[in-house]
């Protein structure tokens, strides 16, 4: 698998690729926009991908564990089926985004925005949960063993604190 530095993938994208699956990627992300990319299965374990808008982007099955996503947007993004154990996803934007059967076990939600989100299935045992917004997320079958809600505005609107 060829390795595509950051300015090489700014210079792709600018140009109008967009498929990025099983390219392996440069750690440090941060702050790029690679809206509407797809980076389905990809392995961005560890990476460093704060503030960066990845809007409607694909990570499906990707390995996004310990990844660092604070202030990141990936509004209506698609992270079905990825592992984000132990991540960072501090005042992150996750407004309508598609998460469906994604690992989140001991990750840190503070301050984000999961309205509308699809969290049906996941795993989110020991995740922490401080002043997120979760309005209109459907929880159905979520693990929520061990989970910490301080000040979150829960699905139904109501504020939940444990």
């Not at 990627?25 to 374990?45: P, R």
């Not at 099955?61 to 202030?71: G, H, I, P, Q």
């Not at 984000?84 to 076990?105: E, M, Q, Y």
């Amino acid at each position: 698998m060829a390795h595509v530095n950051r300015d090489e993938l700014i210079r792709r994208y600018a140009a109008g690729e967009r498929n990025f699956s099983g390219v392996n990627l440069d750690v440090d992300l941060s702050g790029i926009d690679l809206s509407g990319a797809d980076l389905t299965g990809n392995n961005m374990e560890e990476f460093y991908l704060a503030s960066a808008i990845l809007k409607a982007v694909s990570l499906v099955n990707a390995k996004l564990f310990e990844a660092c996503l604070n202030s990141a947007d990936l509004t209506e993004a698609d992270l079905r089926g990825a592992d984000l154990r132990r991540a960072s996803i501090n005042v992150a934007n996750l407004t309508n985004t598609d998460l469906r059967g994604a690992r989140f076990h001991n990750t840190s939600f503070h301050k984000a925005d999961l309205i509308g989100a699809n969290l049906s299935r996941t795993d989110l045992g020991g995740c922490d949960f401080w002043e997120a917004d979760l309005t209109g997320a459907n929880l159905e079958g979520a693990n929520l063993r061990r989970t910490t809600f301080r000040n979150t505005i829960m699905p139904d609107g109501t504020i939940r604190n444990n």
